[in-house]
Nanobody, 124 residues
Framework: QVQLVESGGGLVQAGGSVRLSCAASGRTFSNTAMGWFRQAPGKEHEFVAAISWSGGSTAYPDSVKGRFTISRDNAKNTVYLQMNSLKPEDTAIYYC?????????????????WGQGTQVTVSS
C-alpha cells in the first residue's frame, strides 16, 4: 500500500508559479514511478507529468511541456510538480499517483495509488 498526500495548491494569477508536493508513505517509494494528473470540472483525468523511479526519465504532454517540471527526492519520499507560466486553462484539481507495476505512465489505469487531490485555480 502507498499513501499519497498532495499539498501546495491555491489561487494564483495567470503567469504565476506554484509548486505542488506529494508526500508518500508505505511501499518503498524509491522503486515506484510517479505521475501527476489533473481534472477540470466535467472533464476526464488529464496526464500532466511522470517520472521514473530513479528520476532519470520524465514525460510531459505538449500542453505543459516547457512550463511544468516534475522531480522527486527519494530520501524525503516526495515528488514535486513545479508549474510556471500558469494559464487559466491549467485550473483543475491536481492528483499525485503511484505506479506499483511497469506500465504506460501517461494513462491513469497504470497507477494503483492516488492522492486526494489539491485544487489549483489560475485567475486571468
Amino acid at each position: 500500500q502507498v499513501q499519497l498526500v498532495e499539498s501546495g495548491g491555491g489561487l494564483v494569477q495567470a503567469g504565476g508559479s506554484v509548486r505542488l508536493s506529494c508526500a508518500a508513505s508505505g511501499r518503498t517509494f524509491s522503486n515506484t514511478a510517479m505521475g501527476w494528473f489533473r481534472q477540470a470540472p466535467g472533464k476526464e483525468h488529464e496526464f500532466v507529468a511522470a517520472i521514473s523511479w530513479s528520476g532519470g526519465s520524465t514525460a510531459y504532454p505538449d500542453s505543459v511541456k516547457g512550463r511544468f517540471t516534475i522531480s522527486r527526492d527519494n530520501a524525503k519520499n516526495t515528488v514535486y510538480l513545479q508549474m510556471n507560466s500558469l494559464k487559466p486553462e491549467d485550473t483543475a484539481i491536481y492528483y499525485c499517483a503511484a505506479a506499483a507495476r511497469p506500465g504506460v505512465l501517461t494513462i491513469p489505469s497504470s497507477y494503483e495509488y492516488w492522492g486526494q487531490g489539491t485544487q489549483v485555480t489560475v485567475s486571468s
